[in-house]
């Protein structure tokens, strides 16, 4: 069984950066053919793949945050982590981070291999 901790702040200001970190006890983010995900849920609406990391440390992300977003990671502590800049009053959602057994590297890929979730954290954005 693999853990999957999200943790950051729950409010975050109009223009501000969302920062997330997921923390996997006990795990390795460098095991063989892993990739490790941020998905999110906005209210009403269904999952959105924002990004992974793969066990290498190649980074990818969806298109159309490509200008606001960074995912990075830290290997001695097992934790990788989601910034989002500028966010707006479309960025809050409860976000999730996930492993998958299939080093995606988009959502397609990434849905059909997610085998761990983390509980997810929901972000508010408010002034």
């Known amino acids: 069984q693999v853990q999957l901790q999200e943790s950051g702040p729950g409010l975050v200001k109009p223009s501000q950066t969302l920062s997330l970190t997921c923390t996997v006890p006990g795990g390795s983010i460098t095991t063989n053919h892993h990739a490790w995900n941020w998905i999110r849920q906005p209210p009403g609406k269904g999952l959105e793949w924002i990004g992974s990391?793969?066990?290498?440390?190649?980074?990818y992300n969806v298109p159309s945050l490509n200008s606001r977003i960074s995912i990075s990671r830290n290997t001695s502590r097992n934790q990788f982590t989601l910034q989002l800049s500028s966010v707006t009053p479309e960025d809050p959602a409860v976000y999730y981070c996930?492993?998958?057994?299939?080093?995606?590297?988009?959502?397609?890929?990434?849905?059909?291999?997610?085998?761990?979730w983390g509980r997810g954290i929901q972000v508010t954005v408010s002034s």
């Open positions: 990391v793969t066990y290498r440390g190649s980074t």
């Open positions: 996930a492993r998958d057994n299939d080093n995606s590297t988009d959502w397609y890929t990434a849905r059909g291999a997610i085998d761990f």
